[in-house]
Structures are given as structure tokens and as C-alpha cells.
């Protein structure tokens, strides 16, 4: 409750604080949301805000200035930074904030923003721009039908995690496992399209998948209790922020039993999960959605023509030091797979180093060649009448 509480005086101040709103000066303003700051949020958080600086939307010193701060008001821009703080009854209010406060554009990071933030602005007569970073799931969650059809102020980029080579690994580990458990949280639409896919990769595979409900950091204890109480040998997450928060608790119950923990973001070795394993590129998300952004900004793409970019990336890591805490010896198969090893707290060196998001320098190019990158990025992501009208008949046949 206190913390609660605490978050709602933050934002609240956040609120009253003075800043300049669009259409008093000529400086756009861009409304930035998540909805909280696990390390991929925070990684794309980073691309974005560092591609700012490098399209000179940001001086350094401004960029250094909202490692602590949450509004600007810039020599180029003025920024509106709001964090939900893992609250989802929050989002409605800080969409609600930054639309009062005129945002010219709202970059959303995360599935539950987005979502929220479309169905705010769909009926709006001139809605402000959307353009997504780090949604999962756009098109079971109403935020758009297809890549091309979506409302006209609405874009983004989709990191595709692939369960098709993530839920397998469990038998790379052990091919004798019959019984795998997931945890979904009600509240959170991509916990329960993932779980579904897992469910359904994991039957055709010839496993047993058994699934427990949690919605809050409490409820976390009980249902992974109950998965280990229904024998499961191993927990295989679906991306969840409840349960990626949460992962140090879950190590320790899964200790305890002697159960490997699977986690869908590679980086979630870092907090403890036996194997790590999914997209990784989540710097780059960030550094994608500023591209669209300053394109938006300058002029060069309208947000109605610019269908929605598909990412992919998958790697693997594991975390040894949880293994030996719950008796598990990994197999020389998945072994091979790892693009890096956590071991006595370190991680190992000369592994395979593309899964590191900052190696993505948004500085390491020109002006020029920047901009030239930029113009051949979006020129793939553009949407012409035939692409549009073939999208939608395959919806509509899909319907029929």
C-alpha cells in the first residue's frame, strides 16, 4: 500500500509540474509511457532516448538530464516521461495526463500501454500519433488488425519471440520430461496469448502443461507452488512483467524442488533464471521506434502509410549458478546453444556478442548516412493500397 501510494504522489507531481504544451511553441511534444522498468523496457528506453541525441532532438546534457528527471522542456523538443510503475490502473491516468497536456506524439513501450493508449485516441477527430516500442502481442490485443491495416495514427514496432524454438529447449535439457508449468496473469493479454502458445507447442511435443494464475507479486509464491505441488519439471515463463519482476522469487521455490526455471528474455540469466532464451534485441526496438519518430517529425513519412516492423532475434544464455542451486546438471546440447554463461556471478567472455543491444550505436553513423539508412528502413515498412486491400481479405477470409 505504501508504495501504492507513493507512485500515485509521484505521478500526480509529475502531473502538476509546468511544462510547455504542444501548439505554445514550435517544439513538438512527445509524451514517452511505459509501464514499468524491467531491462527491456529500460533498454529500449535507451535506444530511443540516445537516438534522440543523435538526431539532435537532444543535447547531451538534456539526455544526461533524463536519466533523473521525467518532463523536459528542450531546446528542440519538450518531453513528457511517465512510468506506471507496474500499476495498470495508472496507465489510464498518465495517457490521460499527456493527452490533457496536448503530446503531439505518444511512444508507447509495452503491450498494456499501447492498448490502453489506442482505444483512448481511436474515436479522437485529430487524434496524436502512436507509435509503439516492445508490444508483443498488436494484433490480438485491438491495437491493430495486420501490419498495414491499424488505424491511421497508429504504428510501431513487434519483437516476434519464437516459442517454436524457445519451448523445445526444455527437451534439449531433458528429453524424458513429460510435465512443464507456466503462470499467467489475468490482467495482462500477452501472459495469456503466450500460455496459450506454449500450451499448444508443448502438447504437440507430447508434454503435459499445466498452468496457475497470479496477479500480483504476492500471488507469485502460491502459484508456483501449486505448479510444483502438480509435479511439473520445469516452469516456462511467458513474457509477463509480473513474473520477469519476480523472477528472483521464483528461483528460490524452484531451488527448493529441484526444478529449472525457463524465462522468454535472454537477459533474465541476470536475475537468476536457470536459462534465458528469446529476443534479445530490445536496444535496437528503441533505436527502431526513434527512427520512425524522426521521420514523423521531419516531414518525411505520414503515420497512416507506415505499416507496422516486425523484429526478430533469438539467442540463448544460461545461468550455471542457478543449476548447481537446484541440483541440475546441464546437458552438453544446450551447452552448445548458449551464446553466453553466467558462472560464479560472472559472465563468460569470447561468446557471442550480437546479443549485446548497445552494440546498436545510433552515433556510429552520419547525418548522412543516417538519414540514407533511415529513408531505405521506411521505405520497407510503407504500405501501398495493394498491400492493404491483400491484408484485409486475408483477415476477412479468416473471419468467414
Do not use: W
Not at 531433458?174 to 503466450?194: A, E, R
Not at 501449486?226 to 531451488?255: D, F, H, R
Not at 551447452?335 to 548497445?358: C, H, K, P, W, Y
Request: a negative charge; hydrophobic letters at 45%; aromatic letters at 6%.
Amino acid at each position: 500500500m505504501y508504495k501504492h501510494l507513493v507512485l500515485i504522489a509521484a505521478m500526480v507531481l509529475a502531473m502538476l509540474m509546468p511544462l510547455t504544451v504542444a501548439g505554445e511553441d514550435d517544439k513538438p511534444t512527445i509524451a514517452f509511457l511505459r509501464y514499468a522498468g524491467t531491462a527491456p523496457v529500460t533498454a529500449a528506453t535507451d535506444g530511443l532516448l540516445d537516438s534522440l541525441e543523435a538526431y539532435g532532438y537532444l543535447t547531451a546534457a538534456e539526455r544526461a538530464a533524463l536519466n533523473e528527471s521525467y518532463d523536459l522542456e528542450g531546446e528542440s523538443i519538450n518531453l513528457l516521461y511517465r512510468d506506471a510503475g507496474f500499476d495498470l490502473s495508472a496507465v489510464s491516468l498518465i495517457v490521460e495526463d499527456v493527452l490533457d497536456k496536448g503530446a503531439d506524439v505518444l511512444v508507447t513501450v509495452t503491450t498494456q500501454v499501447a492498448q490502453i493508449a489506442v482505444s483512448a485516441t481511436r474515436d479522437l477527430e485529430d487524434p496524436p500519433a502512436i507509435l509503439f516500442s516492445l508490444v508483443t502481442t498488436p494484433f490480438s490485443t485491438g491495437i491493430a488488425d495486420a501490419p498495414c491495416v491499424k488505424p491511421n495514427h497508429v504504428t510501431g514496432t513487434q519483437p516476434l519471440m519464437s516459442f517454436a524454438d524457445y519451448v523445445p529447449l526444455v527437451l534439449v535439457q531433458d528429453p524424458d520430461i513429460k510435465v512443464i508449468g507456466t503462470i499467467v496473469s489475468p490482467d495482462q493479454p500477452t501472459s495469456l496469448v503466450g500460455a496459450e502458445i506454449i500450451t499448444k507447442i508443448g502438447e504437440s511435443l507430447g508434454l503435459t502443461v499445466e498452468i496457475a494464475s497470479a496477479i500480483t507479486a504476492a500471488d507469485l509464491n502460491v502459484a508456483a507452488e501449486s505448479l510444483l505441488g502438480k509435479g511439473v519439471e520445469a516452469i516456462v515463463l511467458v513474457i509477463n512483467p509480473l513474473t520477469l519482476q519476480g523472477t528472483p522469487v521464483l528461483v528460490g521455490l524452484t531451488a527448493e524442488y529441484g526444478v529449472p526455471l525457463y524465462a522468454p528474455i535472454i537477459q533474465q540469466v541476470y536475475r537468476g533464471a536457470t536459462v534465458g532464451a528469446g529476443f534479445h534485441s530490445f536496444y535496437k526496438e528503441g533505436v527502431i521506434a526513434a527512427r520512425i519518430l524522426n521521420a514523423y517529425l521531419s516531414g518525411d513519412v505520414d503515420i497512416a502509410d507506415i505499416g507496422i516492423n516486425q523484429s526478430r532475434s533469438f539467442g540463448v544464455a544460461i545461468n550455471l549458478d542457478t543449476a548447481a542451486a537446484q541440483g541440475l546438471e546441464i546437458s552438453d546440447d544446450l551447452l552448445a546453444m548458449a551464446n553466453f554463461l553466467i558462472q560464479d556471478g560472472e559472465r563468460s567472455t569470447g561468446m557471442a556478442a550480437d546479443v549485446d543491444d548497445a552494440a546498436t550505436n545510433p552515433q556510429a553513423m552520419s547525418a548522412e548516412e543516417r538519414r540514407e539508412a533511415d529513408l531505405e528502413f521506411l521505405a520497407a515498412l510503407e504500405c501501398s493500397p495493394e498491400m492493404i486491400a491483400e491484408q484485409q481479405a486475408q483477415l476477412d477470409a479468416t473471419d468467414s
